[in-house]
């Protein structure tokens, strides 16, 4: 079982940055790949990026490449969302997910176990 509790939306002006956190608790996180996904109003979830178990190559939607970066911190069981140059379209509930390692669905939503409550995140232009 793994539980995951995202930390760090809130309301940005356009231009801006943030960073989101997802703290992850049991002890197989190692074993897990990492995604965000995002959910705007009247929308479906979408894939915003991933970060396989073994940290190696990173995935990103067209639509955040170049400006968000995903991490992941092992040590912390935690991964990061460093989302810059928002934009109003970035407008979402952002969600944490994991999938267990050797899935490769990375881009599905139906692929990942574990889903985060979700955090607000609001850019205005």
């Known amino acids: 079982q793994v539980q995951l509790v995202e930390s760090g939306g809130g309301l940005v002006q356009s231009g801006g940055s943030l960073r989101l956190s997802c703290a992850a608790s049991g002890r197989t996180f190692r074993s897990y790949t990492m995604g965000w996904f995002r959910q705007a109003p009247g929308k479906e979830r979408e894939f915003v990026a991933a970060i396989p178990w073994s940290g190696g190559t990173t995935y990103y939607a067209d639509s955040v490449k170049g400006r968000f970066t995903i991490s992941r911190d092992s040590a912390k069981n935690t991964v990061y969302l460093q989302m810059n140059s928002l934009k109003p379209e970035d407008t979402a509930v952002y969600y944490c997910?994991?999938?267990?390692?050797?899935?490769?669905?990375?881009?599905?939503?139906?692929?990942?176990?574990?889903w985060g409550q979700g955090t607000q995140v609001t850019v205005s232009s």
């Open positions: 997910a994991a999938q267990p390692a050797g899935r490769f669905h990375y881009f599905d939503h139906r692929a990942y176990d574990y």
